[in-house]
């Protein structure tokens, strides 16, 4: 053992070990739908989960060089990321919140917001053809394949052959692993994506000073945790 570790490190090093490997199991033993109690922070009386965007700093609010045609795209990270834990089937309420009133900016960030949502749809639909329609080239050449070896296992059986086999399997496992694994990512953020493209969008309007209210109160759910965690 080196000079510089001692036994009582080691203790507490195990120690350490046996207190995380016991806080692993009481994790997987939660009986609570933590996505669940998670949405319920943004539900309001509509039955929408309303999330809240503070474009009071309108500087912000456009991309860099855009010319204003274009979001911030650290608007639309920030979204996502307060929507990525809620099932992508619930219904979505999306609060800008400016310092003025201005139609123009109103109805130019709802546009852009729409537009930017509706693109990504529209490509992940086309994702989704796309992925198809090679899926079933690709099984259709390893199939072709296949019968070639058949063949030539009939006619002219040779080790070559064993060549062939292993080139059909890897056609048909890729034409497997786009049919369910692909397509269910391409599936699951086209989804997401349909969601946020739906979602209802609405302005406040809230001076600069004042704080604000109604937002979603982060200590239920750690409090929620805190509970199941004991």
Known sequence: MP??????????????????SNEVKLLR?????????????????????????DLRKEEEIFKPFSAEHALNPEIYEYLEEQACYMSAGTPLTIEFVLDRHNKDLQERVSKLYRSHYRFDFAEDRTEVRKNRTLAWVLLGIGALILVAYGLLQAFAPNNFNEIVSIFSWVFIWESCDRFVFERFSIGKKQARDAQMATAELVCQIVKKDEPLKNLPDRTQFIAALSEEKK
């Open 29 to 53: 033993k939660t009986n609570k739908d933590f996505t669940e109690e998670y949405t319920k922070l943004f539900m309001k009386a509509d039955g929408r989960a309303h999330i809240v965007c």
């Open 3 to 20: 000079e510089n570790i001692t036994e009582e490190t080691v203790t507490a090093a195990n120690n350490g070990k046996q207190i995380l």
